[in-house]
């Protein structure tokens, strides 16, 4: 069929004004600003000064300095870092409010009956950043100077062997209840709330012995206040040499580590988290950062790993903590 040329001019005119009329908004949307554009806040689940705060703070400031974008530490202190983990767990997953998640979290996974979010699926993970063991330290007064005294020991008191701990399902507590399982000792658990105190009492002959954190413990190691009868980490730390680990004192395969690595609610865009996981792995590269981990007592890892193996070492961790809270009968205080 053949038109007119007047009206087939007007019907090829329309036809292009309604293109171009379906091209503009295509045209016309703007592209994402690139991620991030505003400060990102980390939430730190225990209060200011403690191990944990003090890596995230160390992190925070070459995070931002990689990122563009200063990041902020939120100290959200509570319920064994629960409280800080709920608010990162319900917040918005845009990439502006991330966690220090911690081996506490996958020991409250089974020490609470119930919890306000879940400690696997309500997270997305980004990186693991440092390790720090444990030491198994006793008052000096304590006839004991090695594993195999402590073991005499406990086994010839007719009341075992005390051990303190900075509160009940700590990892410090349960590096002790581990111990007990494997010597299978009369071992009787002193909960404190916090290390400090527990520390005071193991300094003033209350209890007998504690796992206590390698930061809090070394100043009185080397200061002779308490005796360091072994690490609970598979290899012995540089700080101190000449402390064999458990598991070269009989309990091979021990290794108990407080860990600390960073995560984002779920639901945090691939992209956000491929960029935190790049940033960290550099942070962690440095050699300054570096240094200040191992004055800390931790070992920093060599590099943070991917997002799937921090979610398969959560996933490890949960099952063996859960292992460990059921046979030692641990409840949340």
Known sequence: MCFPAQPRRRLLALAAALACSLALPVLAQPSPAPWPTKPIKLVVGYAAGGATDVIARLVAVKMGEQLGQPMLVDNRSGANSNVG???????????????????????????????GYDPQKDFEPIGLIAKIPNILVVNPKLPVKTVADYLRFAKESPDGVTFASSGSGSSIHLSGEMF????????????????????????????????????????????????????TSAQR???LPDVPTLAESGFPGFDVQSWFGLAAPAGTPHAVIDRLNAALGKVLAAPDLRQRLRDLAAAPEPEPGTPEQMRSFIGAETRRWSEVVKQSGARAE
């Not at 983990?85 to 119930?114: F, H, K, M, Q, W």
């Not at 009492?201 to 200061?223: I, K, R, Y």
Request: aromatic fraction near 6%; glycine fraction near 6%; hydrophobic fraction near 45%.
């Open 85 to 115: 983990a709920e608010v990162v767990a319900r917040a918005p997953a845009d990439g502006y409010t991330l966690y220090v998640y911690t081996i506490a979290n996958t020991i409250n996974a089974s020490l609470y009956d119930r919890l």
């Open 180 to 231: 007990k399982m494997q010597a299978r000792l009369n071992m009787l658990h002193v909960p404190y709330r916090g290390s400090a105190p527990a520390i005071t009492d193991l300094l003033g002959g209350q209890v007998q012995s504690m796992f206590d954190n390698t930061p809090s413990a070394l100043p009185h190691v080397q200061g002779g206040r308490l005796r360091a009868i072994a690490i």
């Open 237 to 239: 730390s540089p700080l």
